[in-house]
């Protein structure tokens, strides 16, 4: 896929690399991008890169058992502040790409036609809720290029300029950006998807 040198979401620069050039890293970054700040969400890819080592991979995950993913996603220090139940999520998305993608992670936003299969295919995976579902979808877009017809439809307000989400950063002040919008929308009680006025 189309990437940039670094995907400038956490304060690692192997992890940033890792993200722009490993399709799975950056799924499981935004798997992992709830309920922990953004930027230890899409540094934990690179932490279960070097635990697993050979293993690395949706099938050589897929062929572990659950059991084994969550002991590597608990071990200290922790991946996640739910990293037992992320590591069923993980096990089962690694399951998908080998059982419906032929093992190549890539292949589900590659291969889709339009914003709107992209879409339902993002979020059959499991842990992708509608809105991590439609922030992904304009994460491909804004910063890999990945713009099938009807993508801004199916990003929803996630497609728009307002520094709100992962997919508006592509740099450390935009970083700060999303980090104080996402910081005064929990304020006002109010979701990433709506404008704090």
Not at 165 to 188: F, G, N, T, Y
Request: charged share 25%; hydrophobic share 40%; proline share 7%.
């Amino acid at each position: 896929m189309p990437a940039p040198e670094s995907f400038p979401i956490t304060f690692d620069d192997d992890a940033n690399e890792l993200l722009a050039h490993d399709p799975l890293a950056l799924l499981y970054g935004m798997l992992l991008d709830q309920q922990v700040p953004m930027t230890w969400a899409f540094k934990s890819p690179i932490v279960i890169k070097e635990r697993l080592g050979d293993r690395w991979s949706p099938a050589g995950i897929a062929e572990m058992s659950e059991e084994d993913v969550v002991e590597v996603f608990c071990r200290k220090p922790a991946v996640h502040r739910y990293p037992a139940a992320m590591a069923r999520r993980a096990h089962g998305i690694a399951k998908v790409i080998v059982d419906e993608y032929d093992g190549d992670t890539a292949a589900i936003w590659t291969t889709a036609k339009s914003g709107e299969t992209l879409y339902k295919r993002v979020s059959s995976l499991p842990g992708f809720a509608t809105e991590k579902s439609q922030i992904f979808v304009a994460l491909l877009a804004k910063r890999f290029d990945v713009k099938p017809r009807g993508w801004k439809t199916a990003a929803g307000a996630f497609s728009d300029t307002q520094p709100r989400s992962a997919a508006d950063v592509d740099s450390m002040p935009k970083l700060r950006e999303v980090q104080a919008w996402k910081k005064a929308q929990k304020a006002a009680k109010k979701s990433k998807s709506e404008f704090s006025m």
